[in-house]
């Protein structure tokens, strides 16, 4: 299934993040294939689970692991994305989302993957494993693994809100969790660049 990076959206794939992976069984199959496809275009992959199938696994706790070594790594200044996935992705969305610094979408065409990294700064991105054939998954993710934030100041301020809203209790907590949150984007950017 490899596909030259030129070939799926014109934009060389290297490794200039690391990519946490988790899942539950209905995405295991796709879960192994993106590792295996992503490690082969010089992505740094790390595998959040499950190991083996079982039809009775939970995905809460391998979509959390993956989104708290994404959030690990970004607050070690390391550049690091997520996938997490699931039959729909909904609920591995949802998991993912619960851990502080995690901004997961959900993706299913070309203009969600691009955008959820352009103007949301995504961090993670959630796919349906019953709703796309492999080979369009890996597409998704190659298009939001090379599509950088745009750094514009609307949708930096809108992510602020969102940052406000997840972390503080007080107006004064919430201004310096504004200022932390913009201060972390610029140190992001700022190591995106030195790639």
């Known amino acids: 299934m490899s596909t030259a990076p030129s070939s799926i959206n014109g934009r060389e794939a290297g ?7 988790g899942t539950d069984h209905a995405g295991l199959d796709l879960s192994r294939t993106l590792q295996q496809e992503l490690t ?3 992505f740094d ?28 790594d970004l607050h070690n200044n390391r550049p690091s994305l997520g996938i997490v996935i699931g039959g729909s992705g909904n609920g591995e969305q949802i998991a993912a989302n619960k851990v502080r610094g995690i901004r997961a979408a959900l993706v299913w065409n070309e203009s969600t ?10 961090n993670v991105i959630a796919l349906g494993a019953r709703e796309h054939t492999p080979e369009e998954c890996l597409k998704l ?8 934030f745009t750094q514009d100041s609307r949708h930096r301020r809108r992510i602020a ?10 107006p ?24």
């Open 141 to 148: 993710a190659v298009f939001f693994l090379q599509e950088p």
């Open 15 to 21: 490794p200039a993040y690391r990519v946490h992976i």
């Open 113 to 122: 993957a691009r955008l959820a990294r352009q103007h949301n700064d995504a």
């Open 40 to 42: 082969s275009l010089g």
């Open 45 to 72: 992959v790390v595998d959040h689970g499950p190991s083996e199938y079982d039809a009775q696994d939970d995905y809460p706790a391998f979509c959390i692991s993956a989104a708290e070594g994404v959030a690990l």
């Open 172 to 195: 004064l907590a919430c201004e310096a969790s504004r200022r932390d949150a913009l201060a972390r984007m610029d140190r992001n950017a700022g190591a995106q660049n030195a790639i």
């Open 161 to 170: 809100q969102i940052a406000d809203y997840e972390t503080c209790l007080t």
